[in-house]
């Protein structure tokens, strides 16, 4: 009940401050233009125009090009509208732990356990709510316009939301420690770079230093943070069947479930953290 | 018979750490010791930065003491179902700028465990209570603060609490609406419910409260009834015909707790009612004159600033 509450509250918040209005808004615009710039030839049922560029080929088949189209608009924008949903909620955790607010929340009969998971729970849902519409919006689009019901794309709605959930953890240990909405969006935005350069440290920040201890470090910060890459470039890679190109690597559960080991973590950090504050 | 407290500690105390590395230490309270009867309305009072937000914010763990101990009705204050016996107005609240009045009262009443259907009824009560029906469907942001005073106390009641804390209750509030609470808080103690209050204004706590604590830089410098404080000293402005010899003024000056001398007025205190004829006796011996003499019983407020600038000058 008092956990529910609050959780409540917090999606409530995330929707009546407008934040996430104005991403229903954006939403709702790209959907739109979306429906009016993806046309099928009326002479050619295989050539597809979206904004006005033509894709087509006989040797992808009907199938095979609206999988690829939806593939690379998921690919191309899974990473940017992560980036808007932080820049939405990273707010919470830092409002929470305002003073005059703080004071009144901690005196209610939660544990700082249960106030914390409620509040960073609502937000992740908030976010998810979102997501969902948007998903839900574009695979309907698909469907009702070029008649394909892509289901696969439809599922990675569900991996996209982990990786965000798993993201949160990270935005919540930030807040708590910075206290400030403006540091905690700063340091998440790195962390999206920084989750990208540690998945590709093998070609990038290895070679900086030739240094065995160095690159173990590496591989520690790249275990014990979720695995944010990795887990974008998997939910879109369950959109299509078969690799697009050679050595295209196929669709691998590890890096959520690594992910979801260290957001426990983060989470674990968090609460210590917070239990020992005072306000 | 043995009754338990509502309220308990045992050499609290807190010293806040801050700075870079946590390197300066800020003591707020110091061995405090207190004890809160069920049904009593408490005040603490003391200056600015004497400690007393922080004593209320232990009994709530929302800030963890350094040492000592806390119980409230008996149960330690780690445990979070104490909280449930607990209401609180803090000194500074916020309220979500997207709620109005009454789902801001819905809202902190799930937050204490009632139930869906306890809730709607509980909030529109209380709304009348505080005076705040008229604007149960407007943003909080558009409250003055004196309103949201009047919202922070509703909040605080939801839950029926058995120990109320209330951390400047009547801040921002104009006379009519302390008056009201006043009412308020004398109604909540003759239903049981135990009061806990800091305050500057002391005259509001003089009328209201049974007990009173004295806190000055973390310490507990006095605890007792009002009347107990207000009566250990007797104050007397006698009004003399003549000049006060010198010899007469430094003998007065050692003799008794306080003496002032102007214009040929003496202010004197006195432990006792029968220290004063002595004083009289020696007026009239050094041959002076007495043209008026009225007794002042000191006002929590004077005996209060006393004590503190004399804490503050050992
Ligand atoms: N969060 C904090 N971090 C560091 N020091 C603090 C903190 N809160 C309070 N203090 C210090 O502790 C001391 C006691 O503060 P407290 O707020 O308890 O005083 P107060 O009696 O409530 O004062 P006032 O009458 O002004 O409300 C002050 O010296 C204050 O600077
Ligand atoms: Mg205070």
Redesign the interface.
Known sequence: ??F???F??TVL?TV??GTLIFYFGIATLTLLLLAFGITRSPNDPELITMFGIPFGGKAMGNLGLVEFLLYMLHHQSVQFILLLGIFGVSGLIPDML??????????????RMELLLSRSLGATAGIGLNLFYFFIGVWAVFGLKLGVWHWAFLSSFIYVFFAFACFYSVVTVVGLITRSTGFTILISFCFLFISWGLDAREHGLYLLWNNIVYHRLLDALYYLTPQLNAMLENSSRVIIKTALFPGMLDFTIMPFLCSLGSAVLMYALSIWYFS?Q?? | MYTMNALQTENLSKQYRSGAFKKYNIPALDKVSLEVGEGEIFGLLGPNGAGKTTFIKIMLSIVHATSGKAEIFGQSIKIRSVRELCGYLPENHRYPQFLHGLDTLLFFGRLNGLSESELRPRAQTLLETVGLVQWAKVKTKKYSKGMLQRLGLAQALMNNPKLLFLDEPTDGVDPVGRKEIRDLLIGLKSQGTTIFLNSHLLSEVELISDRVAILNKGKVIRTGTVAEITSQKLSYTIQLSSHLPLALEERFKSSLPAFSYTDNRLDISLNDKTDLNPVIDALRTAGIGIDGMTQQKASLEDYFIKLVQGENNK
Request: glycine content about 8%.
């Open positions: 009940m008092r529910w509450g609050m409540r509250f918040e009546r401050k305002e003073k005059g607010t703080i004071d009144l929340f901690l005196s209610k009969p939660l544990t020992r005072d306000f």
